[in-house]
C-alpha cells in the first residue's frame, strides 16, 4: 500500500509526487554536483567500466496515478475519498513514517508477510489523517496486490531505448533498489526484467539505500570490483551518496533539469563524452 521534506528518504512502493524541493534536497545537494562531478569520473582511467547499476521508481518507472487507483479502491471499499484530497494526505503520512526511520534501516522486513504488515499501517494511519475511518483487510490485500502489476505504473519513454544502448557496448546492468518482495515480479509484468542480470532490493538484502550492505551485495553478484559499476538513481542521498561511499561512480538522474541526467539516454552521452 502504499515521505516534512527534509526526513524524506529511500524508495517507496508508489512514491507522491515529488516538488522541486525534494528532488534538490536544499543546499548541500546543490553543492555536490557543482564541487565532485569530476570525483565520479577518476577511476575511468583505473578500471573500465564493466556495468550500470539502477534505481526502479523515479528513475525507471512511475506511477502517476498511485491517488487515482488508492481513490478507486477506498472508495469501493466504502471509504470515499477525492483522488486530490488522497494525493495531498499520503504525502504528509510517508513524511511521517520516514522522519521516525533510521536511515538505512530496512523497513519492509525478512518474513514473508512483513511487507504486508508495513503497507496495512501505513494505510490505516492514512485513512485516519484523512479521517476515512478504519481500512479493511480486503482493502488493504487489493491495494497491495494492485502495485504488483503493470497497469499501476508507467515505464518512462526512454527507458527501453537507453537500456539497448548500454546492452549494445556491452554492459552488463543490475537494479538496486528500495524495494519490497514484489520487485521481481513486477519487473517481469513490465517486461523489464529480461534486461537486467541482477536485482537486488531492500527487502531481501536486509538494508536500505545509502548503506554499503546493498550496493555491496550488487557488486558480489555481478562479481566487479566497486570502480568497475556506474549507479544511477533519482536521489542524491540514496543513491549518489550511497554509491559513492562503497568506491562505485554514481549519476544523478533529475527530470527536472537539475542532475548529472536528465533522462536515461543522457546516460549513454556522458559515457560516449
Known amino acids: 500500500m502504499h515521505a516534512a521534506a527534509q526526513c524524506m528518504t529511500g524508495q517507496q512502493q508508489h512514491e507522491p509526487e515529488r516538488d522541486q524541493a525534494e528532488r534538490e534536497g536544499?543546499?548541500?545537494?546543490?553543492?555536490?554536483?557543482?564541487?565532485?562531478?569530476?570525483?565520479?569520473?577518476?577511476?575511468t582511467e583505473v578500471e573500465e567500466l564493466a556495468a550500470v547499476s539502477m534505481d526502479v521508481n523515479g528513475t525507471l518507472i512511475h506511477t502517476p496515478r498511485m491517488a487515482e487507483i488508492y481513490s478507486e479502491i477506498l472508495t469501493r471499499h466504502g471509504l470515499a475519498v477525492d483522488p486530490d484530497r488522497l494525493r495531498e494526505g499520503f504525502k504528509e503520512v510517508w513524511n511521517e513514517f520516514e522522519c521516525h526511520r533510521q536511515l538505512g534501516h530496512e523497513r519492509y522486513g525478512r518474513g514473508p508477510d512483513d511487507a504486508r504488515q508495513w503497507w496495512f499501517g501505513l494505510l490505516t494511519r492514512l485513512c485516519e489523517r484523512l479521517e476515512l475511518g478504519e481500512p479493511t483487510p480486503f482493502a488493504?490485500?487489493?491495494?497491495?496486490?494492485?502495485?504488483?502489476?503493470?497497469?499501476?505504473?508507467?515505464?518512462?519513454?526512454?527507458?527501453?531505448?537507453a537500456l539497448g544502448a548500454l546492452r549494445s557496448r556491452g554492459l552488463r546492468l543490475?537494479?538496486?533498489?528500495?524495494?519490497?518482495?514484489?520487485?521481481?515480479?513486477?519487473?517481469?509484468?513490465?517486461?523489464?526484467?529480461?534486461?537486467?542480470?541482477?536485482?537486488?532490493?531492500?527487502?531481501?538484502?536486509?538494508?536500505?539505500?545509502?548503506?554499503?550492505?546493498?550496493?555491496?551485495?550488487?557488486?558480489?553478484?555481478?562479481?566487479?570490483?566497486?570502480?568497475?559499476?556506474l549507479h544511477v538513481g533519482d536521489r542524491v542521498r540514496e543513491d549518489v551518496e550511497g554509491a559513492?561511499?562503497?568506491?562505485?561512480?554514481?549519476?544523478?538522474?533529475?527530470?527536472?533539469?537539475?542532475?548529472?541526467?536528465?533522462?536515461l539516454t543522457d546516460i549513454v552521452?556522458?559515457?560516449?563524452?
Open 26 to 43: 536544499g543546499p548541500p545537494h546543490a553543492g555536490l554536483h557543482r564541487e565532485q562531478p569530476n570525483r565520479r569520473d577518476d577511476r
Open 140 to 161: 488493504a490485500a487489493e491495494l497491495f496486490d494492485r502495485f504488483a502489476h503493470a497497469d499501476a505504473w508507467e515505464i518512462y519513454p526512454e527507458v527501453a531505448e
Open 174 to 229: 543490475a537494479i538496486v533498489s528500495n524495494w519490497d518482495h514484489r520487485l521481481p515480479i513486477l519487473l517481469d509484468r513490465l517486461g523489464l526484467a529480461g534486461y537486467f542480470e541482477v536485482v537486488v532490493y531492500s527487502q531481501r538484502a536486509g538494508a536500505e539505500k545509502p548503506e554499503a550492505v546493498i550496493f555491496e551485495r550488487a557488486l558480489v553478484e555481478l562479481r566487479l570490483p566497486a570502480g568497475a559499476v
Open 244 to 263: 559513492l561511499a562503497v568506491g562505485m561512480r554514481a549519476l544523478h538522474l533529475d527530470r527536472g533539469g537539475d542532475g548529472d541526467v536528465v533522462r
Open 269 to 273: 552521452e556522458h559515457l560516449d563524452g
